[in-house]
Nanobody, 124 residues
Framework: QVQLVESGGGSAQAGGSLRLSCVVS????????MGWFRQAPGKVRDFVAG????????YYADSVKGRFTISRDNTKNTVYLQMISLNAEDTAIYYC?????????????????WGQGTQVTVSS
């Protein structure tokens, strides 16, 4: 099993920044990729960004390219999501997820392991 715990959410003004963290524990040797997703009230859970656990390949949703950066520190078993130039549309619960599969990284169904989520609220 893999356990994920997010932190770093909170409130920010439009144009501000936040950094989310996701600490990974358990059978980390099974992990192929990590992802960040978000879900706003009344909407489906959307892909935000992803990163391969043992590589530097990253991928982003078009809506966050140039504003969000995903990174990882394998020495700390932690994945980060640095968010800048926030706007009200970024308001959502953000979830960290892990998968042992090596395909379809933008689909929530690819990820069997999820954190509890952390709220991000951006006010304009």
């Amino acid at each position: 099993q893999v356990q994920l715990v997010e932190s770093g959410g909170g409130s920010a003004q439009a144009g501000g920044s936040l950094r989310l963290s996701c600490v990974v524990s358990g059978r980390t040797f099974n992990i192929y990729a990590m992802g960040w997703f978000r879900q706003a009230p009344g909407k489906v859970r959307d892909f935000v960004a992803g990163i391969r656990w043992n590589g530097d390949y990253t991928y982003y949703a078009d809506s966050v390219k140039g504003r969000f950066t995903i990174s990882r520190d394998n020495t700390k078993n932690t994945v980060y999501l640095q968010m800048i130039s926030l706007n009200a549309e970024d308001t959502a619960i953000y979830y960290c997820a892990a998968t042992s599969l090596n395909n379809f990284f933008r689909l929530p169904s690819t990820y069997p392991y999820w954190g509890q989520g952390t709220q991000v609220t951006v006010s304009s």
